[in-house]
T-cell receptor
Framework: DTGVSQNPRHKITKRGQNVTFRCDPI?????LYWYRQTLGQGPEFLTY????????KSRLLSDRFSAERPKGSFSTLEIQRTEQGDSAMYLC???????????????FGEGSRLTVL | GDSVTQMEGPVTLSEEAFLTINCTYT??????LFWYVQYPGEGLQLLLK?????DKGSNKGFEATYRKETTSFHLEKGSVQVSDSAVYFC???????????FGKGTRLSVIA
């Protein structure tokens, strides 16, 4: 158990519907990361937060995706008007150490698997 | 940009065989290098890491040496077990700046 909690673990939805995933990171960690993993691929970076500020967004994060971390604690990732290509595992991660410095190592949650029919 | 290239799988080995999974990287600076493992039905776990050239990371019998001259970080284990069956990901991070960049993963199956 890495201490990073994600829910729901699995979401099945119809194309066009909106979905939201939640991540509760390791407490007292300033940074929080979101990744996407499709079948047979490695995790791909989507976005990250330092406290409540979203500092970087990948070009993979289309306009239909929005992430928030309103109080610098938990985070949500919302996908609007889902498409079949959005089917993937969405991973949340916390860095190794609390504080500003990023050592590079990340602790991952077990992920939220999205299936779009 | 930064990238990681791993040997493609799947790799199938008999128990007690020697394992090598190749990983090479491209980076502009001096990254930290990692191997992560994903066992069936479980989340990503850090297996080992190395933060500077010539460092050797090791854990659970696995080893990898940070080779700056060949930009490589190959994963090795002298004698694999069935329980090592998993997907292995090589990754890098430019220290203090960019998020982890992963390779595509290599699936290992060990048969008794």
């Amino acid at each position: 158990d890495t201490g990073v909690s994600q829910n729901p673990r699995h979401k099945i939805t119809k194309r066009g519907q909106n979905v939201t995933f939640r991540c509760d990171p390791i407490s007292e960690h300033n940074r929080l990361y979101w990744y996407r993993q499709t079948l047979g691929q490695g995790p791909e970076f989507l976005t990250y937060f330092q406290n409540e500020a979203q500092l970087e967004k990948s070009r993979l994060l289309s306009d239909r995706f929005s992430a928030e971390r309103p109080k610098g604690s938990f985070s949500t990732l919302e996908i609007q008007r889902t498409e079949q290509g959005d089917s993937a595992m969405y991973l949340c991660a916390s860095p190794q150490l609390a504080g500003v410095t990023n050592t590079g190592e990340l602790f991952f949650g077990e992920g939220s698997r999205l299936t779009v029919l | 940009g930064d990238s990681v290239t791993q040997m493609e799988g799947p790799v199938t080995l008999s128990e007690e065989a020697f394992l090598t999974i190749n990983c090479t990287y491209t980076a502009t600076g001096y990254p930290s290098l990692f191997w992560y493992v994903q066992y069936p039905g479980e989340g990503l776990q850090l297996l080992l890491k190395a933060t500077k050239a010539d460092d050797k990371g090791s854990n659970k019998g696995f080893e990898a040496t940070y080779r700056k001259e060949t930009t490589s970080f190959h994963l090795e284990k002298g004698s694999v077990q069935v329980s090592d069956s998993a997907v292995y990901f090589c990754a890098l991070s430019e220290r203090g700046s960019t998020p982890l960049v992963f390779g595509k993963g290599t699936r290992l199956s060990v048969i008794a």
